[in-house]
């Protein structure tokens, strides 16, 4: 059982480096919690970062919300991730053929492959779309990392469990880009390699008005085996995200613990 082992114990069986400095990162924080900063102005992101960085292993964005995107943030948001120790995960979901998301990850105004340590991919155009970013990674961009999407949170998605079980199987052939899985279950993989990032978290609330549905910490750790945790408008919206962080960020890490105590 994958989730019982500790992220230290698993660093040392990961074959993505990625995955392997996310799981060191996540031992010396002492935090396995995600912020999805999902705001649209360069200053109010960086702001943030400021506030909760120093709580955070993982950084989730959207760049193509962003207004004002330019090259001298993705500069400071670099320097963040250096000074407070985070890695930086581009949520671009790409789905298309190889040929395009190799282009959509290394061009255009976002120039992805640049400045973000990994991405997340979806797995139904087929494993073009993963060897296009292993490609890339061989061609001179470095060690880079892959979070693929084997189930979504959101109300009436379309994924099965046979989808699942074949985007894993599609997954193992590319161990050193694979960083982990973005999916709801324990069961959905079962390689300790493997980081599980699951979203769909909150204290309260336990939907929003499109269909997004929320579990709470304590459930997505030890029911649904969860290794990273997504928090967006949990932490984002609060009135003090810097105290929201370190609350969540404790409460991940004490179910983490109670987790591999057995
Ligand atoms: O299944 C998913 C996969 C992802 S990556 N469900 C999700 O909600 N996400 C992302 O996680 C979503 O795009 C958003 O950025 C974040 C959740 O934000 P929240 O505000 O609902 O916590």
């Known amino acids: 059982d994958r989730t019982l082992l500790t ?33 649209t102005s360069t200053i ?3 702001d943030m970062i400021e506030k909760v960085g120093e709580h955070i292993c993982l950084l989730k964005t959207h760049a193509d919300i962003i207004e004002d995107f330019n090259t001298d943030f993705t500069v400071s948001l670099k320097n963040l991730a250096k000074k407070f120790n985070f890695l930086i995960l581009e949520d671009r979901k ?9 282009l959509q990850y290394s061009k255009g105004i976002h120039k992805i492959a640049e400045w973000a340590d990994c991405v997340t991919v979806h797995s ?17 961009i470095g060690s880079r990392g ?66 997004q549905v929320y579990n709470t910490p304590e459930k997505v750790i ?6 990273v945790v997504v928090v967006g408008r949990g932490i984002v919206t609060a009135k003090n995200p810097e105290a929201q962080a ?4 404790n409460v991940l890490w004490s179910n983490y613990l109670r987790r591999v105590s057995g």
Do not use: W
Not at 14 to 38: E, G, P, Q
Not at 200 to 208: A, H, I, L, M, P
């Open 7 to 39: 992220y230290e114990q698993r660093s040392e069986l990961s074959t993505n480096t990625v995955a392997k400095r996310l799981f060191h990162i996540m031992s010396a924080k002492k935090s396995n919690l995600c912020l999805s900063i999902d705001l």
């Open 222 to 227: 030890l029911e649904k085996g969860a290794d």
């Open 124 to 140: 139904l155009p087929g494993e073009g779309i993963l060897k296009a970013i292993n490609n890339s990674c061989d061609n001179g």
């Open 246 to 249: 370190v609350l969540y960020k």
């Open 146 to 211: 892959v979070f693929l999407l084997a189930e979504m949170s959101s109300e009436g998605n379309l994924i099965t469990t046979e989808y699942t079980a074949q985007t894993v199987k599609m997954a193992s052939k590319y161990p050193n880009v694979l960083t982990g899985f973005v999916c709801q279950t324990k069961e959905s993989f079962n390689d300790p390699r493997y980081i599980q990032l699951t979203p769909g978290v909150q204290f309260e609330c336990s939907k929003d008005e499109l269909g």
């Open 94 to 102: 790409f789905a298309d053929i190889g040929n395009t998301v190799a």
């Open 44 to 46: 109010k992101i960086l």
